[in-house]
């Protein structure tokens, strides 16, 4: 499967989502690597296999063997994070004072540059709704040399291959 046989997929009311992917997937204000590893570590956070098939085919050969597992890394590790996160800042009162105590080496060793990693986490954690993880993961890019252009277009990614994710799912679940 391929990121075209994805986009005619999606029925005719999710135009916009085959218009976007399509421009997407060239966004030119991402390295190539920003831009495939943001369009992987956002598709497994989807969570619909049709959609991380498809954009691991498009893009995973895009990336080096280390850039394919960073950002399979970043969709994990903030599978956790932003659950966790996410209590912690909402609930408040102590829980956000106390340690995690939740292993999360990766992020410091990602095996790609710090950006490019920090930048899939962003994406992810818009996803997943983790404010405290976005504004963390934003401050770390912005203050790392990216510009607010390159922030929105991960974001844009993360927003456009959920929607298709969402497309997909409910399209299976009514022809079954």
Same mark, same amino acid.
Not at 34 to 57: E, K, P
Not at 89 to 118: C, Q, S
Not at 143 to 163: D, M, N, T
């Given at each position: ?7 005619? @997929?999606?029925?005719?009311?999710? #135009?916009?989502? #085959?218009?976007?992917?399509?421009? $997407? ?6 390295? +190539? +690597? +920003?831009? @495939?590893?943001? &369009?992987? =570590? ?9 959609? *991380?098939?498809? *954009? !691991? @085919? /498009?893009?995973?050969? +895009? $990336?080096?063997?280390? @850039? $394919?597992?960073? =950002? #399979? ?19 408040? %009162? ?14 410091? #060793?990602?095996?790609? /540059?710090?950006?490019? &990693? /920090? $930048? ?8 997943? %709704?983790? %404010? ?22 991960? !974001?844009?990614?993360?927003? !456009? ?8 799912? =409910? ?6």
């Amino acid at each position: 499967m391929s990121l075209e046989s994805l986009r005619n @997929a999606l029925p005719e009311y999710a #135009k916009d989502q #085959k218009l976007n992917l399509g421009t $997407l997937s060239t966004e030119p204000s991402l390295t +190539q +690597q +920003q831009r @495939a590893g943001t &369009f992987v =570590a956002t598709a497994l956070a989807s969570r619909n296999a049709r959609v *991380i098939r498809a *954009i !691991v @085919a /498009e893009f995973g050969p +895009q $990336l080096s063997p280390e @850039a $394919l597992n960073a =950002a #399979k890394a970043a969709a994990s590790v903030m599978g956790m994070n932003n659950i966790y996160y996410r209590f912690s800042h909402l609930v408040g %009162g102590d829980y956000a004072t106390m340690p995690a105590k939740l292993r999360m080496n990766v992020i410091g #060793k990602p095996g790609v /540059e710090k950006l490019d &990693f /920090e $930048l899939w986490s962003l994406a992810v954690s818009a996803i997943n %709704g983790c %404010g405290m993880c976005m504004e963390a993961h934003e401050r770390i890019v912005v203050q790392g040399g990216l510009s607010k252009e390159q922030v929105q277009s991960a !974001v844009r990614i993360a927003a !456009v291959v959920h929607a298709t994710a969402v497309t997909i799912d =409910a399209e299976e679940a009514l022809a079954a």
